[in-house]
């Protein structure tokens, strides 16, 4: 029976940045991927911020679009669009991004098992079945960066993110007329309680999807919405996976640690999780390494894990909570008063220039030190303000109860 200081559970991205991190901190690690390519299709956008590069410890080699505008279609169809001076996004091509981390990891020194499943877990264990085979694998610490209510964490009674909701994307065809401008579309119609998106990729290509809330079939939804925005578009592709967009409250266990999707830290407002997993799995990675070469690998050991991911995501994770109640409070009709109100050319350039998809929650505060916005903001906070009561609800339900400031 082989044994590791650390076996990493998922070779997506997430996973091999912590694989990447525990071997770099010099622990015997151990990466497994039940696929045996990493050519695998995504319901990931691969829309990020620019310092979501240096987060993963990537190169540029992976970008195929850098996004300078967002378009907003109201539920009426009313459009606004945020223009900036430069890039603040960017499209990756997520096959590419995979397969340089799975060289980064292994540059570090971590063993990467292709086509090796993890079927059993427990505490030290991994039952990990592989071409022909099925082996019983040791670890002081095993990081899981699986994804989320995947049948290993159902079989092994691990805990999930709550209330997760379902994403789908379809890679259409689709000569964009504006190739760095990404769309965003709200309304009950299109994807309740969330929105849904239309992102330039590849050549001639454009990543379409939505999410919707627990209970809510989105293919549906994505059909329709294809139907309207993109008809006669030919489909190559359609992939559809969960959301969890509420993090778990102890994302740690004796010998266990859980890390991006498996952890629900991802962007409560967005979804996007390559950011904020990618600094997580920084965390799990050292924080696995040393527990394993110590010895100290008991649930209270690894709390630290918890309280650091806090430091480094947990305010704004808390106010992407916040922000996603007030977004789900409201009708058609408000987002469409919401829109009228805020369509303003000098209001639409500050959000252009100072939003940042990862740093939401400054956003605020710069509003406010901006005095010749103000009048502007008024129509827009006197509508806001009828419907905060929902968010103010949210965060004393039971929703954010067993969130504390130390933990995630």
């Known amino acids: ?182 769309r965003t579309f709200f309304g009950t119609e299109t994807a309740p309680r969330f929105f849904g998106w239309a992102v330039p990729a590849e050549e001639g290509r454009t990543r379409v999807g939505l999410a919707a809330p627990p209970g809510v079939d989105p293919n549906p939804l994505l059909d329709r919405h294809l139907a309207r925005w993109f008809e006669g578009r030919r489909i190559l592709s359609r992939v559809g996976g969960r959301l969890p967009l509420h993090p778990l409250s102890e994302p740690y266990a004796d010998g266990l640690l859980f890390v991006g999707d498996a952890a629900g830290q991802l962007k409560p407002l967005t979804g996007g999780g390559l950011y904020t997993g990618a600094i997580c799995a920084r965390i799990a990675g ?34 992407g909570l916040a922000a996603r109640a007030l977004l789900e409070s409201l009708s058609d009709e408000a987002i469409d008063d919401a829109f009228a109100a805020a369509d303003h050319p000098d209001l639409l350039q500050f959000l252009a220039t100072h939003g940042d998809i990862d740093r939401l929650r400054q956003l605020p505060r710069r509003l406010a030190s901006r005095r010749n916005l103000w009048k502007h903001l008024v129509p827009l906070m006197s509508l806001l303000d009828r419907h905060l009561g929902a968010a103010q609800r949210f965060e004393s339900s039971d929703a954010v109860a067993g969130f504390p400031d130390e933990s995630l």
């Open 1 to 182: 029976m082989r044994r590791w200081d650390v076996i990493v559970v998922g070779g997506g991205p997430i996973g091999a940045v912590a694989a990447r991190l525990a071997a770099g901190c010099g622990a015997h690690v151990a990466l497994l991927d039940r696929s045996e390519t990493t050519d695998l299709p995504s319901p990931c956008t691969g829309l990020v911020s620019p310092r979501t590069l240096s987060a993963l410890g990537v190169s540029e080699a992976s970008i195929l679009r850098r996004i300078d505008a967002v378009e907003a279609v109201s539920p009426s169809g009313r459009t606004l669009r945020l223009q900036a001076d430069e890039p603040r996004g960017l499209v990756l091509d997520r096959t590419h991004l995979r397969a340089e981390l799975h060289d980064r990891a292994r540059e570090a020194g971590a063993e990467i098992f292709l086509g090796h499943e993890a079927v059993g877990l427990r505490p030290g264990h991994v039952e990990a079945s592989g071409p022909g085979t099925v082996e019983t694998m040791q670890a002081g610490v095993i990081v899981v960066a699986a994804g989320v209510q995947t049948n290993l964490q159902e079989a092994a009674d691990l805990p999930t993110p709550p209330r997760p909701f379902v994403g789908v994307q379809a890679v259409v065809e689709d000569e964009a007329e504006q190739e760095t401008a990404v």
């Open 286 to 319: 050292r924080v696995a390494a040393e527990a394993a070469r110590t010895d100290r690998t008991g649930a209270e050991d690894l709390r630290r894990y918890a309280s650091d991911c806090d430091r480094a995501i947990g305010d704004e994770v808390r106010f």
